[in-house]
């Protein structure tokens, strides 16, 4: 009885410490990728075809992506929703390039807006993910 008990303690420590380390990872590519397109909407001397290539490279080169189909398989179902939206939010920020206006439209900052928020409520249901456990 010690024994199985021990092994579900065991086991729930070892859950627990996948996902906060998942989180944080998915949080770390997400925040990354958001500023490397903050980064690049400031650069100068770029085509617009350059911005939307580079923009779409740099979605991919921060494993955005692969770490995003781990949440929806690791992550409670809830959880997954909201980091799918974060993603998308961050997806809308990066489809502003295709946007001839980036630089003097309002959309960059509404869909910088719209990413922050997708952002909290992550953050939120993170928390309350790994404090329930």
Known sequence: MADRTRWRREASEREHAVKQQLY???LGV???TRHRLRDLKRSTGLTRDELRKQAGEILG???AHHVRYQMLLIA???LGH???QA???L?????RFDDPNVNTGPEWSLAQSALGEALDALRTAMRSDLTSG
């Open 61 to 63: 080169s921060t494993n």
């Open 76 to 78: 409670p179902e809830r």
């Open 82 to 84: 909201v980091a799918d």
């Open 24 to 26: 944080a990872e998915y």
């Open 91 to 95: 997806q809308d920020l990066r489809d």
């Open 30 to 32: 997400l925040s990354l």
């Open 87 to 89: 993603y998308m939010r």
